[in-house]
């Protein structure tokens, strides 16, 4: 009933910058947060950055000052700024929506959603 669809990702240098936009779409009332996490082979799926409906943020600390991230409510759509890339930034990005407050007739649930995934390669 949600999708997530990601854009943005790519091959890029060291120091250089790329943004990351995600739209969700689908039979939804609400989304309370979306943010963007990021895996690579053999590591746990790790927060980069999120930010809640009302523009509160949390970043990882290892993205904290380079990485921006921003959220447009009516468009459902929340991007990722990421600037002085690193070659330990190349993983794939997950977008993600918490509480994600759906139709289940007969009733209504919340649930968590992720997008297909958009990889981010940072070169040295």
């Known amino acids: 009933q949600v999708q997530l669809v990601e854009s943005g990702g790519g091959l890029v240098q060291a120091g250089g910058s790329l943004r990351l936009s995600c739209t969700a779409s689908g039979s939804f009332f609400s989304i309370d947060a979306m943010g963007w996490y990021r895996q690579i082979p053999d590591k746990q799926r790790e927060l980069v950055a999120r930010i809640t409906t009302g523009g509160s943020t949390n970043y990882a600390d290892s993205v904290r000052g380079r990485f921006t991230v921003s959220r447009d409510n009516k468009k459902n759509t929340v991007t990722l700024q990421m600037n002085s890339l690193k070659p330990e930034d190349t993983a794939v990005y997950y977008c993600?929506?918490?509480?994600?407050?759906?139709?289940?007739?007969?009733?209504?649930?919340?649930?968590?959603?992720w997008g297909e995934g958009t990889l981010v390669t940072v070169s040295s």
């Open positions: 993600n929506a918490e509480r994600v407050l759906i139709s289940d007739f007969p009733t209504f649930r919340t649930g968590t959603y």
